[in-house]
């Protein structure tokens, strides 16, 4: 899409690109409170969203946005770490009730309070851990402008499509950079929806189609819905553990694993006869750009992923990196985050790892690691 | 009315259980006021007045515990169609998990009503004292008596902005009372006293809810606020958030052959940011790509304020400077803030207030007057002297670009030129 500009080229921050994706991509409210680093997301939700509405508090804002779901609104928010804590049970919540939302997850260094102007890549294990029970929550990462604009409206979709929560992963340093940008490199958005319920017949609110149960607004009258936050049948009323009420908690972990199938995102630049891998998300691709690019011209022979669905992570990254002899994974903490989600706490001896805390990982210290 | 609230008579309390009285009374009060159950959405809280869900056939919606009422205002948020109502059940308990919601629920004066169960204590979970357990009560966690008083919850909502607050004893025919309730525009919230047979009752023998109620200071009563209620707006203006960046075509050109990284650092109020925007708009229109970010401490009004830049012929990917190229530092706050990146400097330039000590640096360093232009306009007088002197960015262009953001009346245009030829 050309947008209708003078010109294109405009000095932007990822903010801005993601807020509008989204109110593009059928978003149509924000629920707001104020965190470092993610506050220009809060105003820019503020200027774009049809409903903007400041909350009190975190668990306030994820219980508004519920609400506004199950009437059939896309809810939007920003936050961090100290906030998403105290998110996660109502995300829980949205999560067991089949409430499409998105929640963009600006992360900073921690633990706990941290250091709110400093970047990191801290949040990852947490979120494949989040949902009780270990079903997993859609998490997608951007790397890029151009992800903060088609990540987002592909947020926005996995939400209204599989009826959940959907987690936009990002940092500090990539939703408050300023950069200069092309906007002629953004493609056009499509409104994402929810599949409805035609009408017809009985309606079970949680009775699946293709895993995914069609949606009816609490606001109609013509057909009762019910959502539960605990454990229930199809109808949506609460039970122990029976056949039923079980398959439909087993349908939660299905439902994202088996339809996300075909929602593996992620950027590839193989190059020939390359034996080694570089593998960074996130905030750090830049770096591993930087450091793939500058590798090539000193004639070393290597390939560079970018993962952009985290979770749940599709088995081609796995596989990709069984075919390399070396693999450096980079991410902007000590703990080797992502390829704990991979390999669990047996990383073979071929991953190697560029960390670091409190600082952006340098294209230098990819390009060290890799020639080790 | 054909179809009936409740599907069954039998719910599913204790024999005695106030619960059965407040579901019952509000369908009555609901078919008085001769609503479709398909036109109410119940929403309803942990505890066991929760279980009632299954026997109603309105929509019902059972979240957390303590959080229902902000569930149910985000309902009411997203509710625009007309003649709907949002009905939230509660417990004592819950209501104190959740004080903060009915407090913004009150204070916003949403359209729906709170059902606060209060049975002085936490029946499901075995009887537990609550946030409302009157002074003396005894429960399971206390069997000589509450030594706290419990919340005055009508009191709170009351001050909070609520439209209507009722305080009411569940015995006999409560319909009418919960009735006006239901009705009222804005948010309404009832206190319904109960006794849970089960503990309350074991734990309290020959106490009666009425003395209880006494004795806890528990009046009954109505109590109004002559609010009106608040409407989320759907439709209001929004902007596009891309129409509002301007975009800059390059109209001049840069020698600068690599990427250059650059910090900008003086104090707060200076304008290091405002300097740094116009550097960057000023290289975006010499064909450059930019990078630009700012930091400074959380109190944004005082201490250093700096602001890094790549420069670059080419996309610039990653972003970060460990070791600038270039450092412009126009105050002993900005000193401060980059001496440990100045003195890893290796080469490049170091352009510093001439007041300034010149810290250990590998780099060129170039000293001059920038503060003499007046503290706040040190900065951008800054960029204008590093620009002029190492020609990364013509000076014409700066100027050029603080014309373009209108910014020709606030910043000293006239005197920097004059400086400049000096
Ligand atoms: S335990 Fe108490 S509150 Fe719960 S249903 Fe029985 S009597 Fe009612």
Redesign the pocket.
Known sequence: MQEKTKGNRVLIDGSRLMIEALARAGADAFIGYPITPANLLYQYGSQRMKLMLPAPDEITTLQWMSGLSATGKLPVTATSFPGFALMVESINMAYMMELPMVIILVQRLGPATGTATCGAQGDLLLLRGMISGGHPIPVLATADFNDCWDLAAKAADIAQNLRTPVVLLTSKEEVMTQKSFDLSTLGVIQPSTRKLFNLEGEYKSYKPTDFVPDFLPVTQSNHQVRLNASTHDLTGILQHSNEESMGNTRKLEEKIVQRMKSHGYYTLDEQKDARKLIVAYGITSSAAIDATEMLRKNHEKVSLLIPKTMIPTPDFYLELMMKYERVVIAEENINQQFGSLLFGQHIPANIAFVGSLGKMISPREIMEEVTR | MNIPFLKTDAL???K????DLIAKNTTKALEKLGFNPLDVIMVTDI???GIIDKCLNTHTIHGLHGRSSALGAGVTFGTEEPGKKVIVFIGDGGSTIGLQHLMEASRLNLNMTVVV?D?FLY??TG?QTSGLTPHGFNTTTSREGNPFSGYDICALAHTAGASYVSRVMGIGDISDKLAVAFSTRGFSLVEVLEI?????MKLNPRRKLSEIAQSAGKEMGEWLNNRKPFIAHQGRKTDNLLEKVNPIAPSFKSYLKKTTSMILSGSAGEGVQLAASILAKAAMRSGLSITQKGSYPVTVGVGFSTAELNLSPEEVHFHGIAVPDMAVITSSDGLAHNKQRIAKMQGGYLFIDQSLEVPPTGAEVIRHDFRGMGARNASIFSVFFMALKTGIISTECLFLTIEAEGMGEKLPVAKIKEALVK
């Open positions: 599913p309390f204790c005695g259980c106030g619960h505890g066991c007045h169960h049975n029946g499901m009887g849970c047979p089960s503990y309350g």
